[in-house]
């Protein structure tokens, strides 16, 4: 028995930091077990010292921890709970456990203090949350324990057995309270669970609450962005903190959503992007850009959605969702398009226990190939109908897009920038950049690096001729279809049978990429050096089970995607019919779901989420409101090998899918030429935005030059303009010269060579990702004069002075821009300086023998203005300021030194000279643009008339030099 446990103390210790001071705390806590006014200050000076001596312990004494669990004294925090005290007892008692949480480094400590489910118990204490304070430390509590969450503390607050987790869902329900800092710390209370590696962790929150939870967030996000809506129309520059904070935080729900994404959580992901394409990105982002005739009660302007839109893409990389959304504005036909693949073996979240046999692979092949005719025929009625109808042929999104570019410069520049974003985002998927051919030179970079990373191929194997590196696809005249198999593709599976990739698994099997079927490893399998070797099906050894559940139908996996699409048979199919009242409807308060089954990811959404809210929600003929996914051939790649059955009575034999082929061939639908006029369409806009000079900010110009270069430069080859975009650039350039003459004649001409270099020096390429978080720049009214505290390229300039910067700027972007894509080497820029012999630096020394005008003067220097003589050297521009070499010139010799030592360089260029008043042997120098200030004292008023003479004589010429230059480049350009 320990030594405390007969001891009764009734006297504070000297000692604060002793077992005997913890036992005195324990004292008054078992003396006051009723909190009432008389003892409430003694009970919150005990808690918070009880706080201070167990930290102490912990790194001390383990004898305090000892005591601390002999005595129980976490029971007595929740016998202070039970009773009504007053707040600051709760708040004392929270922040009490939070210390303690927080601070304590020992395991075994740790473990005490949150087993035997006091902690639970106090999390789900019903606390008066009217209190902005009690909530506040509350929700600190929960995220501390969020921090000393893992796979082994997890047991301590989830119950497997009664499927409950309270810390989860308790905070979850303060997602969208008014304070900023308490939605924060759920956020990250939240990503601390899902960062936990525990399967049963994982089935609770993915079956529980994924769902309603992700729906709320979603459904909070859509109204924060109504809200911004709101705030951008009553915001100014002289009072965007607020505006600026606000997006901040919306755009800190995109990181937080992408951060869930980055977990790798397949299932997650799929339920988060289903909720977010179906209730915010498609209908509310997206569907607020087209002019529809159905109401949408929170519709944003074309401005902030398109801002939010580039934000999407600049932030989210999960690939799904990324290429969904990227489809809307550049697929030819967007409904179309599908990047979810399907599979041929249903999905199970527990490994399968038993091996499909040789009959059973046979029948889910003949299933695949049988489903994949029908997605085939789906798809070339689908195709049909848009030839038959005109207004289907275009999308009407990527329409929408060049439809804006006649608006003013503040939306112009948002539709650049979205653009923009969506050509840098690495995680396209290379067949929608083939199929909508907006980025040709960017597909080529990824072929082109891929090329450099394969193997070339060994002449002797016997792979598929159409994998072959350098044949050329032959490309169908569907707007769908992308590539198409060879006719060589047919007499290759007619030689070669069905093949198996034998190879274990950890959850599902696959058509890999090659086409073949995956399996589990039988015992029959080889392996050599870790490998596992190719195997024809007849050496196979399969063994049959008894009692094997036969698959009735089963889905085609695309050869060619990378992502696996992942689908819980716990979801329920539901049907999306009604989306207009999904568009319409908005939550009220938290809606309650006590499963996946009520509230559930679409399928048909996962797999061609744009044909079923996008087309429903801008179509009135709903054209494809019962359509099925399809799945392209834009699927089948070069290196990709038919899914053909060896036997002779497979659903669709080779010559039967050449034939299917043959027949999609057949529709009249140039996909080449319409992607060709949609990618020359938008660079004409691009260019008439280049011609609107001055009615456009010089951070527009520079951000189409850099979409313009995504777009149609590669490095490789010659600009992909036409003849007449030729001449719009040329146009533009031609009109950025007119623009830069009117300064050159203006009343700032003297001061134009100084401009011209100032701007020149600065000028440099604009980095997006900084522009992308200016929020003021993309969203409030374009300010037009230097008190705003904008930046000139992100405004209208004020003043001749700026206008002549901006035409200056504006003229080198659009020049830079001319000669990159032209692939020539600008010979005028930088300015040149005149040729010289010799440069000259401080400190170096220089002789004045054979040196034309060569000046004496003196200056005064230090407190005691000691005159010192000096001997100013003009020399190509440059006046060079000496001091005598003592070294080479005897202090008693009264002839002139012949070498000096250079103190001071100042550029004749653009100096200001001026006779003092007072005497007019005195010449004041000031050089600019580093303003240094230089004093000469000469003999006489003539040797310092002829000395101010001979500068401005060298000061013309320095200038003139440069200017010639100016003159020459613009004149070699009207040309």
């Not at 609770?204 to 994924?210: C, G, I, S």
């Not at 037009?784 to 035409?807: H, I, Y």
Request: charge should be negative.
């Amino acid at each position: 028995m320990l030594k405390w446990i007969d001891s009764i103390r009734t006297t504070k210790p000297k000692n604060k930091f002793s077992i005997e001071n913890l036992q005195y705390m324990y004292q008054i806590l078992v003396k006051n077990p009723i909190i009432n006014e008389q003892n409430t200050e003694i009970i919150i000076e005990t808690l918070r010292q009880t706080a201070e001596l167990m930290i102490w312990g912990d790194q001390h004494n383990p004898e305090f921890f000892d005591f601390f669990l002999e005595k129980s004294i976490l029971s007595f925090f929740l016998r202070i709970l039970s009773q009504k005290t007053s707040r600051d007892v709760k708040i004392q008692l929270i922040q009490t456990l939070s210390i303690l949480v927080e601070n304590i480094r020992n395991e075994g400590s740790l473990y005490y203090i949150l087993s035997n489910n006091h902690i639970n118990e106090l999390i789900t204490h019903k606390f008066d949350f009217s209190d902005d304070e009690i909530t506040a430390y509350y929700i600190s509590l929960l995220k501390t324990l969020s921090l000393k969450l893992n796979k082994f503390t997890i047991q301590f607050f989830f119950n497997s057995m009664e499927n409950d987790f309270p810390l989860y869902t308790e905070a979850i329900k303060f997602f969208n309270h008014r304070e900023s800092m308490i939605r924060i710390a759920v956020r990250t209370l939240t990503l601390n669970v899902y960062k936990v590696e525990d399967e049963s962790v994982r089935n609770y929150v993915l079956d529980k609450t994924a769902a309603p939870y992700f729906s709320n967030i979603v459904w909070f996000i859509r109204d924060q962005c109504y809200t911004l809506d709101s705030l951008i129309c009553s915001s100014s520059h002289q009072n965007r903190s607020k505006l600026e904070d606000f997006v901040e935080e919306l755009l800190d729900y995109f990181y937080y959503l992408q951060d869930i994404f980055n977990l790798g959580m397949t299932d997650m992901s799929e339920v988060l992007s289903d909720h977010l394409l179906k209730h915010l990105l498609l209908p509310q982002f997206i569907g607020s850009l087209v002019t529809s005739d159905m109401e949408l009660e929170d519709r944003l302007t074309p401005l902030t959605a398109v801002f939010l839109m580039a934000q999407v893409f600049h932030i989210f990389n999960y690939k799904p969702l990324i290429n969904t959304l990227a489809a809307a504005f550049i697929h030819p036909n967007p409904e179309l398009y599908t990047y979810a693949p399907v599979r041929v073996f249903p999905v199970s979240r527990s490994r399968p226990s038993k091996r499909h046999s040789l009959s059973d692979l046979k029948k889910l092949e003949e299933n695949a190939i049988k489903e994949r005719q029908r997605q085939l025929e789906q798809q070339k009625k689908i195709l049909e109908e848009i030839i038959k109808d005109p207004n289907r042929k275009t999308n009407i999104f990527f329409e929408a897009i060049l439809s804006y570019f006649q608006h003013d410069d503040r939306i112009v520049l948002g539709v650049i920038c979205l653009l923009y974003a969506i050509a840098k985002n690495t995680i396209m998927d290379k067949l929608l950049l083939e199929i909508s051919g907006l980025f040709p030179h960017r597909l080529q970079r990824h072929t082109q690096m891929l090329a450099k990373l394969c193997d070339q191929p060994d002449p002797t194997d016997e792979t598929p001729p159409w994998s072959a590196p350098g044949l050329k696809r032959r490309h169908s005249r569907s707007a769908s279809l992308g590539a198409v198999l060879p006719d060589t593709a047919v007499s290759w599976a007619e030689k070669h049978p069905l093949t198996l990739l034998v190879e274990e698994v950890k959850e599902d099997e696959f058509i890999n990429q090659k086409g073949k079927l995956i399996t589990q490893t039988p015992p029959s399998s080889r392996k050599k050096n870790g490998v596992i070797q190719e195997l024809p099906v007849s050496e196979l050894k399969i063994h049959e089970e008894a009692g094997d559940e036969k698959e009735e139908s089963a889905e085609v996996i695309s050869p060619v995607l990378e992502r696996k699409e992942i689908q819980s048979p716990d979801f329920d199919e539901i049907s999306l019919s009604n989306s207009s009242e999904t568009l319409r409807r908005k939550p009220n308060g938290m809606r309650s779901s006590t499963g996946l089954r009520e509230e559930v990811m679409d399928q048909n959404l996962s797999k061609s989420p744009i044909s079923n809210h996008l087309v429903r929600a801008t179509s009135s003929d709903s054209l494809f409101a019962d359509a099925k996914p399809v799945v392209d051939f834009d699927e089948i790649s070069q290196n990709s090998r038919p899914v053909l059955s060896r036997s002779k009575s497979s659903v669709l034999s080779p010559k039967s899918l050449a034939q299917f082929k043959a027949e999609l061939d057949a529709i009249e639908l140039d996909k080449d030429t319409q992607c060709k006029n949609a990618r020359s369409r938008l660079v004409d806009q691009l260019l008439k935005v280049l011609l609107r000079g001055k009615l456009v900010r010089l951070v527009t110009l520079q951000m189409s030059t850099l979409l313009l270069r995504e777009l149609t430069f590669s490095f490789d080859s010659s600009p992909d303009f036409q003849p007449a975009q030729f001449s719009l650039m040329e146009a533009a350039y031609l009109k950025s010269i007119s623009t830069l003459r009117e300064g050159l004649v203006g009343s700032l001409r003297d001061i134009f060579l100084e401009l011209f270099e100032h701007e020149l020096s600065r000028f440099k390429q604009i980095v997006f990702d900084k522009l992308i978080m200016d929020f003021s720049a993309l969203l409030l009214p374009i300010a037009a004069t230097p008190l705003s505290g904008v930046a000139l390229p992100k405004r209208f300039p004020s003043g001749e002075a700026e206008n002549v910067q901006k035409a200056i700027q504006g003229f080198l972007v659009l020049r830079e821009f001319k000669y990159t894509m032209l692939r020539k080497k600008d010979d005028f820029l930088p300015l040149q300086e005149e040729k010289t012999d010799r440069q000259y630096h401080i400190r170096d020394a220089i002789t004045f023998d054979g040196m034309p005008d060569v000046m004496t003067c003196h200056i005064l220097s230090g407190a005691n203005k000691k005159r010192q003589t000096r001997y100013l050297v003009i020399h190509f521009g440059t006046l060079l300021v000496s001091e005598p070499d003592v070294t080479k010139t005897p202090k008693a010799s009264k002839s002139p030194p012949s070498s000096g030592i250079i103190c001071n360089i100042i550029p004749l260029q653009s100096i200001e000279m001026e006779n003092d008043p007072q005497d007019e042997r005195v010449l004041h120098v000031t050089s600019h643009p580093t303003t240094s200030q230089f004093t000469f004292n000469f003999e006489d008023a003539g040797s310092c008339q002829t000395a101010q003479e001979l500068l401005e004589c060298h000061r013309k010429t320095s200038r003139s030099f440069k200017m010639d230059q100016i003159e020459k480049m613009l004149a070699e350009s009207s040309r």
